[in-house]
């Protein structure tokens, strides 16, 4: 076995990063892309004594106690997604959109935000979306590119809004308080949603042929909705989750447990809970989770191994010189390198790979870590729409008319991007956005 360290930390990390880009580009799966890197790194320059280390690192990373709500937020959302409360809900906010001039959008904003609020994964919420809320606004009339812009837009909203998992990954990762996070993202996410609703709002305005208003022959057709049943269960999961989290009565992991039996007993008194129901729903729990397990197993493996190389003085280093020592510009250069990773690779991977070398540098600059994982939270919700690999339009393309291209759906995007860098920029310049709980 030859020895690597001889090369130096800094061809070290160039052949590292060739190795990565090389075998993604094979079609391998970031999880073992970066458990072979990491094992290969650790054989040729630490030598096979060094292997326990990587246990170590994957160990602790999966057997952390918080961990344990991830899979209870992403069953809350599995179950929501085969239930009815989401289009119930959708119905009897309709009087949103009956009255007011691109109303329809905004209903689909609005019941975005409560979606997000419940559950805190975006797949499903894209896709409810674009069954529920796309099909309509088309019907209606609506100009192609503002109803396909707020489905897809809306739906992402779950990234930022608690009890947002990437907030959840981000704390584990960075070791902070993930109810901090939540307090944290509380007013950007909702500074964000405003935005959305204000964009288009004022859009309608100005060129009402955008979003005719629907006509009493629609309204009748509509079927009566029971208000009762449609909002009283998902405000009763909202207020049960973030409640217990703010008040401080329980943690996030003990929350999480409660918006599962919530959304089931909800689930049960609507009489919709079945077996099939709940098979479904803890096969796609599992795989979600399994994706995020091994994406978190090979990251932390290949970030332990980088740092005992010497790696974060290394970036460190790197990034200070090319700013200059500034601690902005330092900012800066890590929201573009957090923009460009996210074009290509998975948020999960991207929190794992990066957060462990920034924060520490984050924090010797004097920022706020809590604060820093708004601003991280904030730069996915920018990834999740970009292209070329955005993957909230393809969750949308899935179940959107076929007539519908990914070309346009990126093209419809493009506003909505603009307002979550505008947000982004807001939370940088005023971190008093983000930290107004303190």
Known sequence: ??????????????????????????????????????????????????????????????????????????????????????????????????????????????????????????????????????????????????????????????????PSIVLIIYGMTASVSIGDLFKASFLPAFILAACYIGYVLIRCKLNPSLAPIPSDIDEDDEPNVNYFKALFFPLLSVATV????????????????????????SAVIRGEMNFTMLKESAIATMRTCGMIMWIGIGASALVGIYNLMGGIDFVEEVILGLSGGSALGTLLIMMVILLVLGMFLDWVGVALLTMPIFVPIITSLGYDPVWFGVVFCLNMQVSFLSPPFGPAAFYLKSVAPKEITLGEIFESLLPFIGLQVLVLSLVIMFPELAMWWQ
């Open 242 to 265: 973030l409640g217990s989290i703010y008040t401080g009565v329980a943690s996030v992991t003990e929350a999480s447990a409660l918006g599962v039996v919530g959304i089931m007993i």
């Open 1 to 162: 076995m030859f020895d690597l360290s001889s090369i130096g930390i800094a061809w070290g990390s160039v052949l590292m990063l060739v190795m990565m880009i090389g075998l993604l580009l094979t079609g391998m799966q970031l999880a073992f892309v970066t458990g072979f890197v990491a094992i290969f790194f650790t054989l040729c320059w630490f030598g096979p004594d060094a292997l326990p280390l990587i246990a170590s690192r994957t160990y602790s990373f999966a057997s952390g106690y918080v961990f344990l709500a991830v899979p209870m937020f992403v069953l809350m959302a599995a179950l929501l997604d085969r239930s009815g409360i989401a289009r119930d809900l959708f119905d009897a906010m309709k009087s949103v959109g009956r009255k007011v001039r691109g109303g329809v959008a905004v209903q689909t904003l609005l019941v975005a935000v409560l979606l997000a609020s419940m559950s805190g994964v975006i797949g499903g919420e894209t896709v409810l979306l674009g069954i529920l809320a796309l099909p309509q606004m088309l019907r209606l009339g609506y100009d192609r590119k503002l109803a396909i812009g707020t489905t897809c837009a809306g739906g992402a909203l779950g990234t930022m809004l608690p």
